[in-house]
């Protein structure tokens, strides 16, 4: 459905809206916003592409000198959130960052998927359509309300209440994201204590990363509400499962056919998926940094923990990064399973459409599914298979992003400089760092 600025005004008028929300998302992945009065006035502007903020101030976007930037809204991402104060009702809308001289922002996350689903057409496909499984943790707040480590429940995979005593507060984040036109397909309780996971419909890339950002912070304002904090860090706890967000890809044509589906192909895939699978193989280890941007993410891709570690594929198997579920038909689609929720998605979906499309371009042929379990292999069977791991370090993972011309291409100069540069910062700050883990170690040994 198309949503007009007269649908907006009307809201604006009949729902008592007092306050805006103009929300984009940094390089890190942080959604932003720029609360403005919900006046005529303001609404003037907003359609007229006139609301201006202060570039220079956000994370990798512009120097002082070049401050101004430009907040074009997508108003088919309207929405008026079910919360509020006694300062007044608020709502949002989802931003495109420009430059002064109308131009598309090179740094905007949501800007460069946007460049990459052009290709995507001019490769002659449609639509790049995408459904993720994010997870998150809920843990208590201490009598300060600041976050603990201490979870509110002692569930496992699918329990449910009195084990799972999280149980309302997954039921109040799928009624809120329901009212703000979320299709839910499912909730519930994770395989590690205190984890959870909401699943929601598939849609075209671009949307389904806006989703992303709104559904985190959904999860993260009922949370609060509850006496909790969600989050999405890829492993907050030592020696359980830490949180993924599978994507579950699939390209379509014009006429509305998923072009990945094949009956008479090889597991009932066609030619072009398995070429897309053999792109995103090719590419792994170089856009790991993107999709699984932080030092902690590395602390979760390790054997025994359910996330894949091993550039491998497979149909049902899920110990490889990559499975094919068993849907077929328009449902059919591609699982990367190594992705965690703190990626940018808008940068973690243009990385993995571009390398797809790699594979599709150059007609590359994936290698065998790997059907067994490749935790129990030895090295000189992985090594057998062709099977190659996983970057172990953030540090070892900028190393790779920045020697792979695919990826950097899909990311753009701007966004490559400021997201090394920050991993740089970020990566040193922790090599300096003496962790208790070294104390206990060392601190008698020697």
Wanted: aromatic fraction near 10%.
């Amino acid at each position: 459905m198309t949503i007009t600025a007269a649908d907006i005004r009307r809201d604006v008028k009949e729902k008592d809206i007092k306050f805006l929300r103009l929300m984009f998302t940094d390089i890190l992945g942080t959604l932003k916003n720029v609360e403005v009065p919900a006046t005529d006035e303001q609404l003037d502007k907003l359609f007229e592409n006139k609301m201006m903020f202060d570039g220079s101030s956000i994370e990798g976007f512009v120097r002082i000198n070049e401050s101004d930037m430009y907040l074009y809204p997508d108003l088919d991402t309207w929405i008026v959130f079910p919360w509020g104060d006694e300062y007044g009702k608020v709502a949002g809308v989802i931003c495109d960052v420009y430059t002064p001289e109308g131009e598309p922002f090179a740094g905007d996350p949501r800007g460069v998927l946007k460049r990459n689903l052009k290709k995507m057409e001019d490769a002659g496909f449609a639509s790049f359509n995408l459904g993720p499984e994010p997870e998150f943790f809920l843990f208590k707040l201490n009598e300060n309300s600041e976050p603990t480590l201490e979870v509110n429940d002692k569930g496992g995979y699918f329990d449910l209440a009195p084990t799972d005593l999280a149980g309302n507060t997954r039921r109040e984040i799928v009624n809120v994201l329901t009212g703000l036109g979320f299709e839910v397909e499912a909730s519930h309780h994770e395989v590690a204590v205190g984890q959870h996971e909401i699943d929601f419909k598939y849609a075209n890339a671009l949307k389904a990363c806006d989703n992303i950002q709104l559904f985190k912070l959904v999860v993260k304002t009922i949370a609060r509400k509850h006496g909790l904090h969600a989050t999405f860090m890829a492993k907050p706890k030592f020696g359980i499962n830490g949180s993924g967000m599978h994507c579950n890809m699939s390209l379509f044509d014009a006429e509305g056919q998923n072009v990945f589906a094949d009956p008479a192909g090889d597991l009932g895939l066609s030619d072009v998926a398995h070429s897309f699978i053999a792109g995103l193989l090719k590419h792994a280890y170089n856009f790991t940094a993107i999709t699984n941007p932080t030092v902690n993410s590395y602390k979760r891709l390790v054997p025994g923990y359910e996330a894949p570690v091993y550039v491998a594929w497979a149909g049902r198997n899920r110990s490889p990064l990559i499975r094919v579920p068993a849907s077929r038909g328009m449902s059919t689609r591609v699982e990367l399973r190594a992705v965690d929720p703190t990626a940018n998605p808008y940068l973690a979906l243009a990385v993995l459409l571009a390398s797809g499309l790699d594979g599709v371009k150059n007609n590359l042929e994936a290698p065998e599914a790997i059907e067994s379990n490749i935790y129990v292999m030895t090295e000189e069977e992985r090594k057998a298979h062709g099977i190659t791991d996983l970057p172990s370090t953030l540090h070892n993972a900028v190393k790779a992003l920045r020697e792979d011309d695919v990826v950097i291409e899909a990311l753009g100069n701007h966004v490559l400089t400021s997201f090394v540069e920050a991993k740089k910062i970020e990566w040193a700050s922790y090599a300096q760092f003496v962790t208790q883990w070294e104390i206990d170690n060392y601190l008698e040994l020697y």
